[in-house]
């Protein structure tokens, strides 16, 4: 069975004090690493730091982005080997913000999910479709093609690791959820993507999140279908006790 994974995405919100404090209090209180993982993806310079609190307890600390090279004259990015240096699990890749408002494309978000894996650092790969694909009923389309294109090259054993995020871009940040029928079936469309590229065994060992308002009373509703593994949370991460109510709902009974 896949362990549920849970993931903050706090964007650029907090300064580091009240993210290290954030830490401290949610410390002890997640269910258990292999019961819900629990990750908090904050802005890089606060990694270190959250790190250094999280230590001893089961919550995770990931990246927001990063740049798939090494070093080099890339001012203001940040490396996978710094990342790697500040104690990150996980990054997240090709967020739609990203995608939308820096750049990101389908061969850059390849080359970071590249770069992450070299570093040991797992990749949370988002997807999904603007509203206008949704009412061209283009969705299963526009995510296959992402996920090809995302995964192109990367060998089997780190794509079973892989965590991919199906945010629908018109439910991030509007309090329009998708219904969790409509998410499930853009899931399977991931699982089964990996299945034609990769095998069965591939595609049943990859964690698929939904993203886009999810709070602590419909996270519940996405968890109990068959190709939701967990979720990639927004605004609803920010305060402790709403992102520990969605972990705990997270558990499979
Ligand atoms: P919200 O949960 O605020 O809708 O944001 C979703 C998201 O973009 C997570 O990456």
Redesign the pocket.
Known sequence: MRTPIVAG?W?MNKVYREAVAFIEEVKGKTPSKDEVETVICAPALFLKGMNEAAEGSDIQIGAQTMHFEDSGAFTGEISPLALADAGVTYT?IG???RRELFNETDDSVNRKLHAAYYHNIIPIM?CGETLKEREQHKTAEVVKKQVEAGVKGLDRENVKRLVI?Y?PIW?????R?SSAGDANETCAVIRNTIAELYDEETAQALRIQY?????PDNIKSFMEQEHIDGA??????LAPDSFLDMAKEAKYE
């Open positions: 995405n964007k997240i967020h739609s913000e988002c995020a945010e439910a991030i940040g509007t309090g959820s993203g886009g308002s999810v709070k990639l949370v927004g605004g609803a991460s």
